[in-house]
């Protein structure tokens, strides 16, 4: 903020901060286009009332709009590859945390089924559901990934500028995630036993999710229990969402500079539309477990508040995925 | 626009936003204003005060829409115009709102008579 808002009047620091500060709600990309002139029109304002809550409040409400509209969430169009891009990076984001979540609930029913059938249909549905539905995630996410690493890889070759920090970040989290999950599976509490669940997930890769989300835990409100885990596993369930949020946020920022090829933009549509509609699946049958168990449920079969929390994110995700999904396949069919 | 179907214009599909997008299209109509311009004229015209999130929110739908454009100025206060898109959107909405203040209008003074 360099210059008054009324011709003449004088900008004091403080005044110069507190729009700054205002400003700093707004995305970058749309403070490079209005920020100037916005900061005039909030200088003016300030000039003639220098204190109004309101304004203040409106301001962080239309800043967070401005994120979420360049997140392709809102009624607001983008242009196409703009819609598209962003489209994807939000879908990608909000299926990484239902997928965190998903697995968390999964890892608890299958460490339970490693000890004992459960006694409900609604747990046994629940399980076999999850099981297929993150099956199917999880290799539509590779599919998904692997030409986009390659388009990737070769803008990084052809040195276009703005990438190699967000892949390294990208890089750089998923290798904490992998290599602590492996370290932290050692304490996986299931037996590696032979009942007709463990046929579908096998003890190592359900003792990797459990460890990858051992985060997801109502230990947190239960600080006294909590104290007595082992600090490296206390120090894991803080930095592993991190390092998830490092990743989500490396690939947010790679797709979002990448130029796709529209052939490559409309494969990633199918699998989009195919993701949201198996996510929809996997959230009927978490919740069958989640709403429908009985008395009969003991142990880990028994949903707790966790588990009903794990829920409600889920559904919130899934709400946003959906959302970013119809804003893809708007943008591609006006591509 | 289907056959048959009567065509609201772009306004429409500004939803919440089609109230501050209609006043500002109706100040831009006077002439290019900057963001303090427009804000000042409205409050004249319709007593109405747009907070400066809701100011540059709907400006940008309106630009992004192609229906105002900014003007170039080496002034930081970027001042905007209609285009001849925006000035057709304005038309076809103020019609419509036109539409429904006369049935309102006439409906109040058949039923409870003239103020």
Redesign the interface.
Known sequence: VSRTGTPGADVSPNTGRRVRRLLRWYPPSWRRRYGDEFAELLLAEMAEQPSNPRRTINVMCNGLLARLTQAGLTSHELPPGDQMRSGLAALGCALAAFGAFAVAMLSQLATGWQWTSPQSASATAGTLILTVAIGCLALIGAVAVIPVAGLAARAIARRQPGLIWPTALAATSAAVLVIGTRHFQNGWPGTGGTGVHHLAVPGGLAAFGWASTLSVSSYWVHPGLLARFPLPEVAWMALSPLALAGVAAGLVMVVRRLDFPSRLLRYLTVLTAAASLIAVASLAGAASWVLGHGPGQAGLFRPGLVNAAGLAIMAAALVVALRAASGVLRACRAA | VPHGAVDHGPLV?F?RYAGPATLILSSLAGGAK???AL?KDIEQFAGVRL???????A???LE?QGLIEAVPSDD???PYQLTTAGAQALRVHLADQRRVAEVGLRRLSKTWGSA
């Open positions: 599909t939803g900057h963001g303090y804000t907070a400066p999130g809701t100011l540059y929110e400006l940008s739908r992004g930081r206060r970027r």
